[in-house]
């Protein structure tokens, strides 16, 4: 299974840094971004660590989709180049998802249609409000959560667990 993300830096000289990214193991990919194993990209490890999920989308059908949304997130315009300020901060990534999620196509290189599978979108619920679910497709399933816990993800079943 693969998974699209959106991390946001909890250090305050870094509040406002996000980045993004593709994996099929998010516990892991968050271990390296906070240079706890090595791998992490390097603009997040050259920030030191502090970074946690603040949105995580699953359900891709292939490791294709997931890296063409990985893609556009990056490019909410849908050219290359650099992205326009509004879309830098964490509100503004999970806002860009307004315009992303309701697209039957991220890009070319999808072959299948956005809306024939069943996709979850976890967002803490400090942003949850920059989401309109109204203009959000059906297939999507979007989860308010404090927190994003990786030790709380079932990724086999695609489950976000509760703690009792």
């Known amino acids: ?13 870094y509040a406002r840094s996000t980045y993004n990214g593709s994996t099929n193991n998010p516990k ?11 791998g992490g990209a390097k603009v997040t490890t050259q920030k030191g660590g502090g970074w946690e999920y603040c949105a995580i989308l699953s359900g891709f059908p292939d490791k294709i989709n997931c890296l063409s949304c990985e893609w556009r997130i990056k490019c909410p315009s849908g050219r290359p180049g650099r992205r326009a300020p509004k879309y830098n901060s964490p509100a503004g990534r999970v806002g860009s998802l307004n315009e992303i999620l309701p697209l039957e196509y991220w890009t070319k290189q999808c072959v299948v249609n956005n809306r024939e599978f069943q996709m979850k979108l976890h967002v803490v619920t400090d942003l949850y409000d920059k989401l ?14 404090e927190k994003i816990d990786t ?13 009792s």
């Open 1 to 13: 299974m693969w998974f699209c993300y959106i991390l946001r830096n909890t250090q305050p000289e």
């Open 28 to 38: 892991r990919r968050l271990r390296q971004h906070n240079c706890e194993i090595t």
């Open 132 to 145: 309109d679910t109204s203009i959000i497709p059906s297939n999507i399933e979007v989860i308010q959560c």
């Open 151 to 163: 030790e709380m993800l079932d990724i086999e079943n695609d489950i976000y667990v509760t703690k």
